[in-house]
């Protein structure tokens, strides 16, 4: 398995590797600029801090979202062997729905889908504590 | 609807637990929480009894059910029956507020369901699929005190390391579907047996152990384990250091067939956690990470019985009448007895921040009822007699002796010994040191109290007559 071209060609890539990294370190001088030490060098030039706040809800909705979204493409392959699957599948089918819907069931009796109270609803559970 | 009956402990179980979930934002009432906590217990005594019933008088080895899924070996169901017995524990001994208990409960439950899939699993689909069930429940039972920063912190660790465990696990099972096309494990056992393992396969049964390791907490995949441990709920630590390194234990049964080509990777990691759980335990204070580095050693004294395999050898000299398997069994059963009530115990005592050793002092005098409980776990913890953890090293020391090894039960024996140390440090702080000037603060109701004394006077009574979990086990 471990024949002589593999071992020359790993050795190569290595030396290869080694020899690009070294001459640049030896050749070249670190040299900073604030046009160099930009995230996209060359690229489209970045506006405004990276640190941007998004609200719980937002969060909380776009979580929900791709959750069922994911969910949705079970149904997408059950959909193209429905019929070979028959009434067995749909009984599957369905108990696996069953599960999904009670997820939304729980989302909305939670106050998930709440958007103007879910901040401090958050905050007030968040401040109880347990043992 | 004949195939659905075998699923029926597992459907009950996840759908009661989807109720309760439901049901926890729906009442808004005051004893909510009791009446959740008896709905529960309720659910999970229901899941046991059908899960005997379904499974009753299947004696041929490895069959399967629901499709191939699950196998209904005496062994394995009767696994099932123990990590639901731990569960319906934990529901006993746990307090929340009642406004989480809705997800408490439920998320305990859905624990349970992932862990006898797991414990069942006769199909690497079944075993992946208990794993992300049972995971995903710790996930958030470990990050349950989220206003707190170090629940918060030791959830997130707990989910991206055991995140990353399944991608190797997954891998390792997509590589040996390539090689021997089939998702069985009975069919992967003829086919890997029959055959001389090319590269890929081995390589896929490495990275399938890489996961096992990683869940069981074996060295060198232990690193998470006292971060984790310390950061949890008491109760929650004993779930995850008994029964859900039990279902992987379970489901790993059925691989034994790999100890032909990988049993000296499984002598590695029996022999380094035997080693490095101990040693790392001698300078901890913190109490629960004491704890969590003895559970490394424990994972490695298990190890030892799984390379003595399920078969009998013939030039027995020591205890002849029990297999690796079985000694397995016995130890799971032993520890989890142990270490379900040492950690809830640990829960109750109240720290200044982490709970170290300091903290301990004065508890004796202060609520004597639960130290002395906490005394006789760590007491068979620490494998003396006349508490089952000794019986149980017994067994998987003997049973590896049986099978030809000689330098495992040695290491285990010299680990056992480092480890007495620290066990009894726990104990010398309990009882012999003079209290602080600030009292230890337990909060310990009478529910609990009386758990908590029925678990200690079970640990002596199982090492009393050992034979009890033997018996047990032959009834399924």
């Known amino acids: ?131 | 609807m004949g195939h659905y009956q075998p699923l029926l402990p597992d459907l009950i179980l996840a759908m009661g637990a989807t109720f309760i979930l439901l049901l926890g934002p729906l009442r808004d009432s005051q004893n909510l929480r009791d009446f959740l906590r008896w709905i529960s217990l309720g659910l999970v005594a229901a899941t046991a009894a059908t899960l005997v019933w379904v499974n009753h008088g299947m004696a041929t080895p490895y069959p399967l059910v629901g499709e191939g899924w699950l196998t209904t070996a005496p062994l394995h169901t009767a696994f099932a029956v123990v990590f639901l017995a731990t569960i319906a524990w934990t529901i006993l001994a746990s307090t929340v507020p009642d406004e989480d208990a809705g997800e408490w409960y439920s998320m305990l439950l859905f624990l349970g369901t992932g862990m006898i899939i797991l414990a069942r699993a006769a199909n690497l689909a079944a075993v992946f699929l208990g794993l992300e069930v049972l995971s995903i429940s710790l996930y958030i039972l470990i990050a349950f005190r989220y206003s707190k920063r170090s629940s918060l912190r030791g959830g997130i660790m707990y989910l991206l390391l055991a995140g990353f465990a399944s991608g190797f696990l997954l891998f390792g099972m997509a590589l040996i579907y390539a090689v021997f096309g089939t998702l069985q494990i009975a069919e992967i056992r003829t086919l890997a047996l029959a055959t001389d393992m090319g590269p890929m396969a081995k390589v896929g049964f490495g990275l399938l152990l890489v996961g096992v390791g990683f869940k069981l907490a074996a060295v060198p995949f232990h690193m998470w384990t006292p971060e984790v441990y310390e950061s949890s709920p008491g109760t929650v630590t004993g779930l995850i250091a008994s029964s859900s390194k039990g279902a992987m234990l379970a489901a790993f049964i059925p691989f034994l067939f790999l100890l032909e080509t990988h049993w000296s990777i499984i002598w590695l990691f029996a022999a380094l956690s035997m080693v490095g759980g101990n040693l790392l335990g001698l300078r901890e204070i913190r109490v629960k990470r004491i704890l969590a580095y003895s559970s490394i050693a424990h994972i490695g004294y298990v190890l030892t019985g799984y390379l003595a395999g399920d078969t009998l050898s013939a030039n027995a000299a020591f205890l002849p009448s029990i297999t690796g398997v079985n000694a397995v069994f016995f130890y799971v059963v032993a520890y989890a007895a142990s270490i379900l009530g040492a950690f809830a115990a640990l829960g109750y005592i109240q720290g200044e921040r982490d709970l170290t050793l300091r903290d301990l002092r004065g508890v004796g005098r202060r609520n004597p009822v639960l130290a002395f409980c906490l005394l006789i776990f760590v007491w068979s913890l620490a494998g003396l007699p006349p508490a089952v953890g000794f019986f149980g090293k017994i067994y998987l020391f003997s049973a590896a002796i049986n099978a030809g090894y000689f330098w495992l039960p040695l290491i285990g024996l010299l680990g056992s010994a480092i480890g007495i140390y620290y066990y009894l440090r726990i104990i010398v702080h309990l009882f012999m040191m003079p209290a602080d000037a600030s009292d230890p603060k337990v909060h310990a109701s009478t529910l609990q109290e009386w758990v908590m004394l029925g678990s200690a006077v079970a640990v002596i009574a199982l090492g009393l007559f050992p034979e009890t979990i033997f018996s047990f086990l032959r009834a399924f």
């Open chain 1, 1 to 131: 398995m471990l024949n002589i071209d593999f071992i020359v060609y790993a050795l190569l890539v290595t030396a290869n590797a080694g020899v690009i990294i070294g001459l640049s370190y030896l050749l070249g001088w670190p040299r900073r600029s604030r046009v160099k030490n930009e995230p996209y060098e060359s690229g489209i030039a970045p506006t405004g801090p990276a640190h941007v706040r998004t609200s719980i809800p937002y969060y909380l909705v776009g979580i929900a979202f791709i959750l069922f979204d994911v969910e949705v493409l079970f149904l997408y392959t059950y959909g193209i062997v429905m019929y070979r699957l028959e009434w067995d599948g749909f009984f599957k089918a369905m108990l696996f729905l069953f599960f999904v819907f009670s997820g939304l069931v729980y989302i909305w009796l939670r106050g998930g889908l709440m958007w103007r109270h879910l901040s401090s609803k958050v905050s007030a559970k968040a401040s109880s504590s347990q043992s």
